[in-house]
C-alpha cells in the first residue's frame, strides 16, 4: 500500500470518526468547533513537520480565546499523545526515522521517553495545586524562553551524550506537563544541535512526546483532573487530519527558516500570555 493511499484512508477516517462524534455528544457549537478545528490543523501542520510548535503555540492562544487552563492542558496533552503516535507512525513510513524495535533512531527515542517521567510527575502535580493566574504566568513564562532558546541557539553545535539528552527531555517534559507546551521546542532542537539528522530528530520527538503525553494524562486523570469533549472533539481532528500532510511536507520546507518563525512566533505567544496574567 503507497504512502498517498494510506493518507487517504487515514483522512476519510478521522472525518467519519469526527462527524461521529458530533453527532453522538452534540452540544458544539460550530462557530468554536471551526476555530478550534482550523486552529489545530495549523499547529499540528508545523509540530508534525517540525517536531515543535503544537501546544507552544496552542495554549497560549486557547488561553487569549477565553479557555482555561485546567481545560486547556489535560486535553491538549490527550490530543497530542494520539497525533504524536501517528505522526511517528507517518515518519516511519515515509523513511524520515526509523523507529523499529531494530531501527538505528529506536534507542534515541527510548532514551528521550524515560527521561520524561521526573519531569512530568513534577509538573503534573505543580499544575494541580497552584493558583490559576500564577499557573498563568508560568505557562507564559516557559513559552516566552521556549521560543527564546529555539532563536537563540538554532545555528550552535553541542556533542551528542545520552545523559545530556535525558536531562533535556525531564526539562522539556515538565514544560508540557505544567503547560501543554515547550516539549518540542527544546527536544528537537537539542537533538539537531547535537548531531541528530533534521528529519530523524523530529521523528523521534513525535515518539518520545506522545509517551511523554500519555504519562502525564493518566497522572491528571488520577489527580482528579478531566477531558473537555467540547474542546477535545474538534482539537483531535484538526490535528489528525494534519499529521499525514506535515510529514510529507517536511521533505520540501526549509527547516531552518520555520524554526526561526516558530520560535519568533512562540515567544510573541509567551509575552502576550504573561500581559494577559497580570492586566
Given at each position: 500500500?503507497?504512502?498517498r493511499?494510506?493518507?487517504?484512508?487515514w483522512?476519510?477516517?478521522?472525518?467519519?470518526?469526527?462527524?461521529?462524534?458530533?453527532?453522538?455528544?452534540?452540544?458544539l457549537?460550530i462557530?468554536?468547533?471551526?476555530?478550534?478545528f482550523g486552529?489545530?490543523?495549523?499547529?499540528?501542520?508545523i509540530?508534525s513537520?517540525?517536531?515543535?510548535?503544537?501546544?507552544?503555540?496552542?495554549?497560549?492562544?486557547l488561553?487569549?480565546l477565553?479557555?482555561q487552563?485546567?481545560?486547556i492542558?489535560?486535553?491538549?496533552l490527550?490530543s497530542?499523545?494520539?497525533?504524536?503516535?501517528?505522526a511517528?507512525?507517518?515518519?516511519?513510513?515515509?523513511?524520515?526515522?526509523?523507529?523499529?524495535v531494530?531501527?538505528?533512531?529506536?534507542?534515541?527515542?527510548?532514551?528521550?521517553?524515560?527521561?520524561?517521567v521526573?519531569?512530568?510527575?513534577?509538573?503534573?502535580?505543580?499544575?494541580?495545586?497552584?493558583?490559576?493566574?500564577?499557573?498563568?504566568?508560568?505557562?507564559?513564562?516557559?513559552?516566552?524562553?521556549s521560543?527564546?532558546?529555539?532563536?537563540?541557539?538554532?545555528?550552535?553545535v553541542?556533542?551528542?551524550?545520552?545523559?545530556?539528552?535525558?536531562?533535556?527531555?525531564?526539562?522539556?517534559?515538565?514544560n508540557?506537563?505544567?503547560?501543554?507546551?515547550?516539549y518540542?521546542?527544546?527536544?528537537?532542537s537539542?537533538?539537531?544541535l547535537?548531531?541528530?539528522?533534521?528529519?530523524a530528530a523530529?521523528?523521534?520527538t513525535?515518539f518520545?512526546?506522545?509517551?511523554?503525553?500519555?504519562?502525564?494524562?493518566?497522572?491528571f486523570?488520577s489527580?482528579?483532573?478531566?477531558?473537555n469533549?467540547?474542546?477535545?472533539?474538534p482539537?483531535?481532528?484538526?490535528?489528525?487530519?494534519?499529521v499525514?500532510?506535515?510529514?510529507?511536507?517536511?521533505?520540501?520546507?526549509?527547516?531552518?527558516h520555520?524554526k526561526?518563525?516558530?520560535?519568533?512566533?512562540?515567544?510573541?505567544?509567551?509575552?502576550?500570555t504573561?500581559?494577559?496574567?497580570?492586566?
Amino acid at each position: 500500500m503507497t504512502y498517498r493511499t494510506k493518507c487517504t484512508l487515514w483522512i476519510g477516517l478521522i472525518c467519519v470518526l469526527f462527524f461521529l462524534s458530533i453527532w453522538r455528544y452534540g452540544g458544539l457549537d460550530i462557530t468554536d468547533a471551526l476555530v478550534l478545528f482550523g486552529l489545530c490543523f495549523a499547529c499540528e501542520l508545523i509540530d508534525s513537520g517540525l517536531g515543535m510548535g503544537y501546544g507552544t503555540i496552542l495554549t497560549p492562544a486557547l488561553l487569549m480565546l477565553g479557555y482555561q487552563p485546567q481545560d486547556i492542558v489535560p486535553t491538549i496533552l490527550f490530543s497530542e499523545l494520539l497525533s504524536g503516535f501517528s505522526a511517528s507512525f507517518f515518519h516511519n513510513e515515509i523513511k524520515n526515522v526509523e523507529l523499529g524495535v531494530h531501527g538505528k533512531d529506536f534507542n534515541p527515542a527510548v532514551i528521550l521517553a524515560a527521561g520524561s517521567v521526573v519531569g512530568v510527575t513534577a509538573g503534573v502535580f505543580l499544575s494541580v495545586n497552584i493558583p490559576k493566574d500564577v499557573l498563568r504566568i508560568a505557562i507564559g513564562c516557559i513559552i516566552l524562553m521556549s521560543g527564546l532558546f529555539v532563536v537563540l541557539v538554532s545555528r550552535r553545535v553541542i556533542e551528542y551524550k545520552k545523559w545530556k539528552m535525558i536531562v533535556l527531555s525531564g526539562i522539556a517534559s515538565f514544560n508540557k506537563a505544567v503547560s501543554g507546551g515547550g516539549y518540542g521546542p527544546l527536544v528537537t532542537s537539542g537533538q539537531i544541535l547535537s548531531g541528530v539528522q533534521g528529519k530523524a530528530a523530529v521523528g523521534i520527538t513525535s515518539f518520545a512526546e506522545a509517551f511523554t503525553c500519555l504519562l502525564a494524562v493518566i497522572l491528571f486523570l488520577s489527580q482528579g483532573g478531566f477531558i473537555n469533549l467540547q474542546i477535545f472533539i474538534p482539537m483531535c481532528a484538526g490535528a489528525l487530519l494534519s499529521v499525514p500532510c506535515s510529514v510529507f511536507a517536511i521533505n520540501k520546507a526549509n527547516e531552518d527558516h520555520f524554526k526561526i518563525i516558530v520560535g519568533v512566533v512562540t515567544m510573541c505567544l509567551g509575552a502576550l500570555t504573561i500581559y494577559k496574567a497580570l492586566s
